[in-house]
């Protein structure tokens, strides 16, 4: 018998323990599963979880004790998930945020939401919401046209928000609308502001020019506003009542160039006023 055959021989012990022992963890590994998951599901049931938030604890559950087994590391960039830290479901997460919420000696600097929010908006909104939280609400009009009952919509959202705030990109100001709107820091209401607030916005081109489109178009008197959560937002994380802002240097405009839209004075001549855009409709 050759020395190759030998060693072969030698290692079979060796290779049925391996096998052995991979056999038993691997038993081990999915009859541990199925007793987790049988738990869950029971908890579920009677918790009255929705059948989304099983699933989605489910993969993660598996996907954690399948790197477990396996003794694999995390993937680069990979987020941790509930299961990866401390193996919390969404429910025991839960308990734990209002555990929290009963510790006296538990503080809050601010809303955890605030640091992701930041994260999400472009420049030109914390200049919107600024204008927002300093000035307070500000003025947009529907413009509608038809018979007294039945009319139709022309031109919705048409605001001067752009303008007043400053913004760099004036034709975004309808998307920056609809990201503070969705994030939750301002809201579109149907109630009116003082009628002094609308003379400059219905005297602007767009105004006037969708008013000519419609038969007997008028305009319909709407505002935007800052929510609590908005208000509490600027409040925490904007510098509204600091000098920095103050000091800045405005832009350089080429001599001979009349500047941006945006640029322009609202004032008197209402022909030199930007030209207002057009937000999100009212909810």
Known sequence: MSEEEDSLISALPGLARIAASTWWHTTEFWVGTSVRAGRRLVRAA??????????????????????????????????????????????????????????????????PAYDRILSELAPDEGRILRLLAIEGPQPSVDVRAGLPMVTQLVAPGLTMIGAEAGTRYGERVPAYLNNLYRLGLIWFSREPLEPHAYQVLEAQP?????????????????????????????????PLHTAELDKLPGAIVPPGDPGPPQARIVGEELAAAPTPHRGSPPS
């Not at 099983?54 to 996907?63: C, F, H, K, Q, S």
């Not at 105004?207 to 929510?227: D, E, F, N, P, W």
């Open 46 to 111: 009677v918790n009255g979880e929705s059948p989304a938030v099983l699933v989605e604890d489910a993969r993660d559950a598996i996907r954690g004790y399948a790197r477990e087994l396996l003794n694999l590391a995390d993937e680069p960039g990979r987020a941790t998930t509930a299961q990866d830290n401390g193996n919390l479901t969404l429910r025991e997460r839960g308990e734990e945020l209002l555990r929290r919420s009963a510790d006296v000696g538990y503080e809050e600097d601010a809303h």
């Open 206 to 238: 767009d105004v006037l020019a969708a008013l000519r489109r419609g038969r007997q178009g008028k305009t319909v008197r709407r505002s935007i506003h800052l929510t609590p959560f908005g208000q509490d937002f600027c409040e925490t994380c904007l």
